[in-house]
């Protein structure tokens, strides 16, 4: 498993994170009507990358957004094997399971950002750059569900049971939230690609949220 995130390291991304709110709000408010509509039209424009697909910039940002989500799933499917939380052997092989599917997702949607440079529509790079030069995941446009810096602290200091159902409660609203954002992908997007990977991924995701939802309703206070 990989290493754990510490309770300090988050408290350093909520500073690097207000930085870049800070920036946000400022471009915002430079916005007009117009500008508005210009960014809609923008991310509705189709592009054409070098090998001939077909991809526009909601289709960068979904990419962009769903590998920030699933790098923090990979982080809290990684606590439930840290031993002083004390998850209950069930919970393990579900996590690890998670996790190898997020990770494979990854790959997948990278290589797609990786074939689509250089960028489209408004200041929207689609290169593996602009998802590492994220400070912090829960700042990242159109991820949904994603855990707040607290909420992370806060599943890193609970034990036992306590631990499983907060873990079961997080990791639900998560991929709820990744569902929501593939409904929208299959919307706004224009690659066929990105479209069947969104629905793979769905699909996954509802199945894992059937396990997580019915574990939720039956697992004890000791978490055994």
Do not use: Y
Request: include cysteine; charged fraction near 20%.
């Amino acid at each position: 498993m990989g290493s754990t995130t510490h309770p300090s390291a988050w408290r350093g991304r909520i500073a690097r994170a207000a930085v870049g709110v800070l920036g946000a709000v400022v471009l915002l408010c430079g916005c007009t009507g117009d500008d508005e509509g210009g960014a809609n039209a923008s991310m509705a424009t189709e592009q054409t990358a070098a090998d001939g697909t077909v991809f526009n910039a909601a289709d960068v940002e979904f990419a962009r957004a769903m590998i920030a989500h699933h790098r923090q799933t990979v982080e809290i499917a990684d606590l439930a094997s840290v031993p002083g939380n004390e998850a209950s052997t069930w919970l393990v092989p579900l996590a690890d399971r998670i996790k190898a599917e997020q990770l494979a997702d990854i790959d997948r949607l990278q290589a797609l950002l990786d074939s689509w440079d250089p960028p489209v529509g408004s200041g929207a790079t689609a290169t593996s750059d602009d998802v590492d030069g994220v400070a912090d995941p829960t700042q990242t446009p159109g991820a949904l569900g994603m855990m707040s810096a607290d909420e992370m602290i806060e599943l890193t200091t609970t034990t036992g049971g306590d631990f499983d159902r907060l873990w079961l409660a997080m990791m639900i609203r998560h991929h709820e939230g990744a569902v929501a954002m593939c409904k929208q992908l299959l919307v706004d997007g224009r690659s066929a690609q990105l479209q069947s990977l969104a629905a793979t991924v769905s699909s996954a995701h509802q199945v894992q949220l059937s396990e997580m939802n019915a574990a939720l309703k039956v697992v004890s206070p000791t978490g055994r």
